[in-house]
Every structure is written in structure tokens, then in C-alpha cells.
DNA sequence: TTGTATGCGTTATCAC
DNA sequence: GTGATAACGCATACAA
């Protein structure tokens, strides 16, 4: 296993290390036949440089760091599928990092980037969702942010200004309450998400809002909160339909709860959306899969990513960037309401 | 943007740069006011060493690269969930790569790795499953393998012997056949996969040889292959309804495109299981998310990615492990069949 | 066009 | 206990 250097490969040719690395960066004429003579070496023994050593001189990684919460929620994966292509082509590696929604991982994950030297931090879910974030979480994130740029999507560290690009989910809400009342509900629930999250924070107030606005009640056991996944959709939804005046329609945070709830009504023997009008949220591929197909709102996940990687980019080459970049959302009108 | 070394933390402290190093990694005794004294400088200025100047003399990274084909399949972040998990607990961390499928893209991936000094190697789909794979992209691994272990998920280097770990994709096909032939069907389609893929031919092979000891007809059109997506399955039950003599059942290659089967059956006003029985492969979240909920096969895909990362892990330490583990796959029955 | 020498930030081997 | 100093593998300024 012991490795291969550019001084194996000097001695075999009869050169210098210097010309060796001058042919691996054509950094710098080499006489046609020396070149050649050296990268047949190289070819030969399959050597590759070492990227470690490489990096320590020339303080250049080309490595970004993602923190994501969780893969088994699409919407992350088509996040930083946005993000790395867009890498890519600057010429970037993504380092991703699956914090499942653990602070204490977001920590070790923290650091280990750090020490690994990445050029820039993408950062979802988590701490930056939290409204009640301990500082010294919050500290870690700006320690790391006097060393290296970092963008958030979706989230913010409340009180300290950061790169973040972010949905107007006040907005996407909106979007989809004017729907479901253009379509005659008034009797509105609001399924999913976690009191505990900005983002639910932000979609709840939009919700009652609109409620409030529209002068339509707003009942406490047609809200429920829960978490983000399938199984809460249909507990959720399950806790509702139990109730002696649900909903004519339901809202839910994400598509996964939106899913899960329909399975819930249906499996009650309700008609979607004749008797129960549903809606889910980040129109992730399975919305469109679903059967009737899912009525949800677009973030544009994909563009997400790589705006923050554009953004992580630009600051990377110390260019001023504006600080907040605000998506608009899209409401996609199908069948389930 | 200067980073801070140990000498600049040696300075402060007035001591050598041994002895930071020293209270770093606590390789050896320091006296308790001078460690104090040198952890405060470090807590002072947040200063973390620099991995890569670490990794460079220890020679070790503790990182282990996986290349994965389709984060948008959750199929796949379900493994390498149970790979992380494992690699955590091992103290290693896990280079995520999506690969798209795509071989160069693979290959970019594979020499990024090995320059960036990985110890182990975990491969998923791509070439490794490809029936036509150019001796080249093989050679390609096997060169890898020369330096560094590497473990194949689901996959094969045909012709030459690799470290894998895999489900009996055979079995689990004939547990999901036998399933629906004890529920009496005998016109049975497959949907979906490539032809150009091994586990596509391993599970065709599978069905065949059960519909034919069977004595069961086996229509060309019941067997529609394509891809692995929902838009796929979607668009071949269409065609197969579309034809004069539809089967009673199909199994799918995964539950992604039995999930668009299942749209495309109720869509055109069919019952399931009654009229058409449908059933997946993989046991994804999304199985029992359906409605009706999807029969399946589980996979045991967390513990494909544990299993894996062990073998590497046993490998790194110059253990002898043996080449080929192979996972039992069980059949979920749910409502779709 | 090519070679020599030095530095990148750590750890490790010696001495003291 | 602590301090010089030589690696680790590569890139580069400076010479030649």
C-alpha cells in the first residue's frame, strides 16, 4: 500500500520532482519528449497526486460542505442535487453531511469540515430552523462564519445577519389558502410540521392570517402539529377525521404529511377532494405519483441549491453578495382539491 | 482568512509546537498548568488543526467514499443511512458521491477519491451493474482495489472477484411470484428496470423460470422494461391496459414503478388488488405510504449499508473477510396483491 | 527547459 | 516534561 509519489515517479524519468508536478499542472513548458516520457511513467504505475499534500499548499480544497437534516425527505436530495450540479460546473465537490435533524451531529459535522477545510458551508434544517436555538449553537455557526462563507436556506440565525436563501413561505401559504377558499372551504385545517421549527412558525401565521382575514373559524383540533413524516400525516389526519366537525379541507406542511393524510381520509372511505380537499407543500416527484395527484407549492428546490451555491461562489471569491435571496413559490393546482 | 497553526498557538503559550500537539492529541504527559494554559490560547483564538497536514503524516483519513446512482430513489439513501450509522460508530466518515448513473461522472468520483486519500471504497449501481460494462470503467475499479479495499453493493466486477454484499434478488423475485400465484393469478407481466442492468436480469430470469415451471404463458407484451422511475412504471401499465389481453398481476422492479402502476391502473378506473395486483420491490417508505398499500419486498436496505461498512472496516484492518455476503430478502404482503 | 531549495501545518523521533 | 527537527507529498520561487 505504500503509495506512490512524485518523486517515484522523478527518479524512474530521471528528472525533478519539479518537473514531474510541472507536466501533472502544465504549469510551465516541458520539452515534448520529457513530457511524454513522464506521463508514460505516470500511466504506468496509475499514479494519482496527492490531493492532501496538494491542498496544504495551495490552501485550496474545492470542497463545499452541505448539512442537510434528512434524505429520506426528497425534497433535501433534489436541494443538493441543485447544488452540486451547479458545483460542478464551478468546479467544486460537495462534501454532504446528514445531520438527521441532531444538533449534536450538526456540531461534529461542524467542526470536521472545518478541519478538513472546506471553502464554504450550505446549511439546512436543524438549528437554523429552531426558534428557540441555544447561543452556543448558534455561536458555532458564526465562529465558522468569520473563517469561511456560509449560506442557509431556509433558515436564519435570528439577530445576526447571514447569506441566506430562503422560499417566501408566507407566500406559498398564502397561495394555497386563496386557493382552497376560491374553492368555497371556509372550514380549514393545518396539518404537520413542528411548533418548534421557523418554518411551520412562518406557515402557521400565514394560515391563521388568513383565516382571521377571511372571518372564518379557526378551530384548535383542526391545527395539529406533530413532525414531517408520512406516519404524522396519517395520525394527524386519522385525530381529525375522529373529531364531530372536521375540515372540509386540509393544509399540510410537506408533501409526506399530505400523503399520509390522504391515505388516512381515503382509507375512511372519504372522496378526495370532494369531501376532503388536501394540500401538501415543496412539490417533491411523489406529489404528482399520488392518486388523485397531489395539489402542493413549488419551492423550486432544485434552484435552491444552486443559488446558494452560486451565492457560496461569489463570496468564495470575495465578491459582495446581498444577503437574503427570496424565491417565489408556485402553487401547482392538481387533483386533490 | 490567515488560518492559525500550532506555532502560532506555541508562540502565545511560549512552549514548542510538540507540546500543543502534544495536549492536541494527548500523546503523551503535559504538565497541567502549561495544558491549561496552552487550551485556553486554543478555545481563545477557536482554533482547529488543520485535517489535512494531520492526514498528510498519519496517513489516514478515516474517510470512506460511497458512490451512489439516484439520491432521488430513497432506496439508496436508506443504505447509505445504515452505512453512516455504522461509519460512525467506526469513527470513519462518509464521502457521499451521486453518480447519476452516469459512468464518467463515476469515474471523475472514483480518481477524486483516491486523491483525496479515502481508505475504502462502497459502490452502488452504474457500471457495477451494467451487463455491458467496457473492460476499461472495469479496470478502472480494479486498479482502485489495487490500493485501497472496496465493497459492492448490489453489483459485480464480472470476471473478477470483489468484495459484495447483495440480496438474493433471485429469491426475493420467486417469494413475490409464488405470492402471487398462490393468490391465483397466472397471467403475470414485469414491469420496468433495463435490460442492460444485472439485477433486471437476475429478477427477469427469476420470473421467467417461475412462469415456465409453472407452465404459465409468458406474453411478450406482459413484459415491458424501461427504467426505474414512477413516470415509467406509469406510462407501461398504460401500454399493457392498452393491449386486448392484460395480465391479472404484475410485479415491478422496484416500488417506484409500481407506484406508477398503480396510478395508471386506478386511473383507468381498475381495482387493486381485485382487478389488477400490483407489487413492488425494495420496501421503501413510500410502500405502505399507497393506497392500497403496496406489496413488497423488503431488502433490509440499512443493513445492506451496515453490513457493508463492517467488510470495509474489517478490510482496513487487514482482516481476512470473505468475498461474497448475501442478505435474504422477505416478502411484505400488503393490500396491493 | 530543468533542477534546488523551501514551505504548507501536523505529528513523531530524538534528545535534553 | 519539553524542545528541536525531520518527515508527510506536493508546488513554486529562484537559479541555472
Redo the contacts with the bound molecule.
Sequence with gaps: ME?I???DIAREA?????????V??D?????T???QKIMAIIEKHK?Q??AL??S????KTGMIGVLFPDSSNMFFPEVFGGAERAAQKLGYTLFLCNTFSDFSRESEYLTLLRERQVEGLIFMGGRINSRHCPDALVQEVLDIQKKIPVVLINGSLPGHPCHRVKTNEYLGTELIMQHLIDHGHRHIGFLGGSGETTTTFEKLQAFRRMMHANRFPVRKDWVRLGDFSIDCGYELMSQTLEHRNPPTAVMCINDYVAIGAMKAAISRGLRIPEEMAIAGFDDTQLSSAMNPELTTVSQHSEQLGRQAMAILHKLIQKEKVKKLTVLVPKLIVRQST
Design positions: 503509495s509519489t512524485v518523486y530521471n528528472v525533478s520532482v519539479a518537473t514531474v508536478s510541472r501533472l499542472n504549469t510551465a513548458p516541458v520539452r519528449s520529457t513530457r499514479f497526486p496527492n499534500a496538494r496544504l499548499v495551495n490552501k
